[in-house]
């Protein structure tokens, strides 16, 4: 069963920075492109960054709020994705979401992962 793993959630002083890992298991497929999205309570989810097909830096995009803070990488070899967020700010409290999309030969998988709170405090 494919299962998307995260982790580094927690609770951070305002300044302060998290690194939040996502883990792709069950799955021998690529991956085609992956990333990090943000939801809070009765609102959308929003990108925080995706590494699209390439991965080279033209091929990254982040949500406008991110202004440099965060840095989204990858590591293929373990199927993982890392989003490492300095600067943090109170408005960044919510819960994140790691985002995979695994190509298999008929056609495209996006999976979800269950979320990391992250916690920003003044």
């Known amino acids: 069963q494919v299962q998307l793993v995260e982790s580094g959630g927690g609770s951070v002083q305002a300044g302060g920075s998290l690194r939040l890992s996502c883990v792709l298991s069950?799955?021998?497929?690529?991956?085609?492109?992956m990333g990090w999205y943000r939801q809070g309570p009765g609102s959308q989810r929003d990108l925080v960054a995706h590494i699209f097909s390439g991965g080279g830096d033209h091929n990254i995009k982040y949500g406008d709020f991110v202004k440099g803070r965060f840095t989204i990488s990858r590591d293929t070899a373990k199927n993982a994705v890392y989003l490492q967020m300095n600067a943090l700010q109170v408005e960044d409290t919510t819960a994140y979401y790691c985002?995979?999309?695994?190509?298999?030969?008929?056609?495209?998988?996006?999976?979800w992962g269950e979320g990391q709170q992250v916690t920003v405090y003044s």
């Open positions: 069950g799955s021998d497929f690529p991956i085609n492109s």
């Open positions: 985002r995979m999309i695994v190509s298999h030969p008929i056609q495209d998988y996006v999976h």
